[in-house]
């Protein structure tokens, strides 16, 4: 036997204590990739349209890349008015769209874990700047339309 082989007999094997991982059960809710996906997805058509709405009543300057869908919502809610179901639904998705979407991204970096021993449930929090940046344009996203809503109501 050599010396080599003796010296690996000497060391001791580490144990683990398997008991204290079954009490623990940590779920991720979400995927971070696929959420942050869908939530640019969603946020695709508010985002379109605020802009078509700052450059076409603000900066009075026709960009039809940038202004096509403000267009075609104003031409659609023009001629059919609030009697069109694709009226109601492009204002659902306008209203839902971010919200969908800073739930799907806030499940996406929350991590649950539920401690058996301590009867506690710890929610934490990963730090994906992607997501994290989708809630926060998310945010603003409805900040703005829900001030241009309120601001069209009062006319």
Excluded at 30 to 50: R, Y
Excluded at 79 to 98: K, Q
Excluded at 111 to 117: A, D, F, G, K, L
Aim: hydrophobic share 50%.
């Amino acid at each position: 036997m050599s010396d080599f082989e003796r010296k690996l007999k000497e060391i001791e094997v580490p144990s683990v204590d398997v008991s204290k991982h079954q009490q623990e059960f940590r779920m991720v809710l979400l995927n971070t990739k696929k959420t942050a996906i869908t939530g640019g997805l969603l946020i695709c058509l508010p985002f379109l349209f605020l802009v078509g709405l700052m450059f076409n009543n603000y900066t009075q300057i026709d960009i039809k890349m940038l202004t096509f869908v403000y267009d075609w919502i104003v031409e659609h809610d023009n001629r059919f008015g609030d009697t069109s179901i694709l009226n109601w639904i492009i204002r659902m998705v306008f209203l839902l769209g971010p919200i969908l979407a800073i739930i799907f991204n806030l499940l996406g970096i929350v991590h649950v874990r539920y401690e058996n021993s301590k009867k506690e449930i710890i929610l934490s929090i990963r730090v994906k700047w992607l997501n994290i940046f989708i809630i926060l344009v998310c945010f603003v996203l409805l900040f703005l339309m829900l001030s241009y809503l309120t601001s069209q109501t009062g006319r």
